[in-house]
């Protein structure tokens, strides 16, 4: 497995290198990927999310939807991640996976499995068929601290439900996707064996962040607590990261530990310390974010960002995708100066994409870096 693979990341060596050049040329930068949040509104509780206070109506209605799937053929996006909330629970969805399949645009989405579970055989197929990538949320292999976690008793039934109907119908790119905290770092290798034991052939993991994603919803005060804030936490992580490595070895089951490593530990130490600093730019000689240039976040209704963290950008409800993504401009010119936002500093979902590209950008200066990733 080579180092694109081990990082599961959305983007070939091909398309990073474009991205790498739209960065440094400003070569009229166009979305290839976005994740769209069609929803904000979800059928879980999970401890650390604040979708459960967003309600279902303040969602986009369809036939803007189906217009907003136009206008990203027209400017050429390539593959849409559907995230929430919880996607499968709006009601219109297939309807707007149609019109995605129609313009040729590729298809993968995040899901908490309870609506999967209960999904018909047709459905299922038409997943299939569409050579959808599906990635299951699952925090724990125990079913009591899974239910805990998620806030729903009976989740992790329903989540095995979903991964073996899943497989049934023929949906060949399924993983798994962990969110990391203090009360679940020793999930790290049973997750793995879990996803060995149901024929899931990858586990993405990420560390729990402290910030908001949503822009009317504040960060949940209790997220704090989930951070590993102290040495011994975060000598922790690191032993159950390398046992992690190592039951992914002998079970043959893909991982983005070396990446999730690389990023997971200075980002909890820049939180245990306190500090305001953006730890990327420490990390990685030359940091560059290319997300910006590549890819962009839409939200339940219709504000087109970045990257899900960031407040900046436009709205799409009434505005058109090509007209909103150039009002952008200005972040990008300012990102590529490296002057990064303040909330830049919870930046996880897009580090491994923009770590890479910065590699790509400065190999010599980050040799060692790219050794620790390559594990040599």
Not at 102 to 112: F, M, Q
């Amino acid at each position: 497995m080579d180092l694109l693979e081990e990082t599961h990341l959305k983007l070939s060596f091909g398309k990073l290198r474009r991205a790498l050049q739209a960065f440094e040329t400003y070569a009229s930068p166009r979305p290839v990927t976005l994740d769209w949040a069609v929803t904000g509104h979800c059928n879980a509780r999970c401890v650390f999310c604040e979708a459960p206070g967003i309600s279902a109506k303040a969602a986009l209605p369809t036939e803007r939807m189906l217009t907003i799937v136009d206008e990203m053929a027209e400017m050429g996006v390539e593959e849409v991640l559907l995230v929430g909330g919880e996607p499968f629970i709006r009601k219109d969805l297939w309807e707007i996976l149609a019109r995605l399949e129609s313009r040729k645009i590729r298809v993968s989405a995040i899901s908490n499995g309870i609506v999967i579970s209960s999904l018909s055989s047709n459905e299922l197929a038409l997943l299939s068929e569409r050579g959808s990538r599906l990635s299951l949320s699952i925090d724990s292999s125990q079913k009591a601290q899974c239910d805990i976690i998620r806030g729903v008793p009976g989740i992790y039934e329903k989540l095995l439900s979903a991964i073996g109907r899943a497989r049934e119908a023929g949906i060949r790119d399924l993983s798994l996707n962990a969110v990391i905290g203090k009360d679940n770092l020793k999930e790290i290798s049973p997750l793995i064996e879990l996803a060995a034991q149901e024929g899931i052939p990858f586990v993405h993991f990420q560390p729990v962040s402290p910030a908001g994603i949503f822009v009317n919803q504040p960060p949940l005060p209790i997220k704090a607590s989930f951070l590993l804030d102290d040495e011994g936490d975060i000598a922790a992580l690191v032993a159950e990261i390398q046992r992690g490595l190592i039951t992914a070895r002998r079970l043959g089951i893909g991982t983005d530990l070396r990446m999730f490593e690389t990023v997971a530990v200075p980002y909890f130490k820049s939180f245990a310390r306190k500090e305001s600093g953006f730890y990327l730019q420490e990390l990685v000689s030359g940091f560059r974010c290319i997300k910006a240039f590549w890819s962009g976040y839409v939200d339940y209704e219709g504000s087109l960002k970045p990257c899900a963290l960031l407040a900046h950008g436009g709205n799409i409800a009434q505005k058109s995708l090509q007209s909103e993504w150039k009002n952008l401009d200005p972040l990008r010119r300012n990102f590529r100066k490296g002057r990064f936002e303040p909330d830049c500093r919870y930046c996880f979902c897009n580090a491994g994409e923009n770590i890479l590209a910065s590699l790509l950008a400065h190999p010599w200066q980050n040799r060692s870096l790219i050794r620790k990733l390559m594990g040599s």
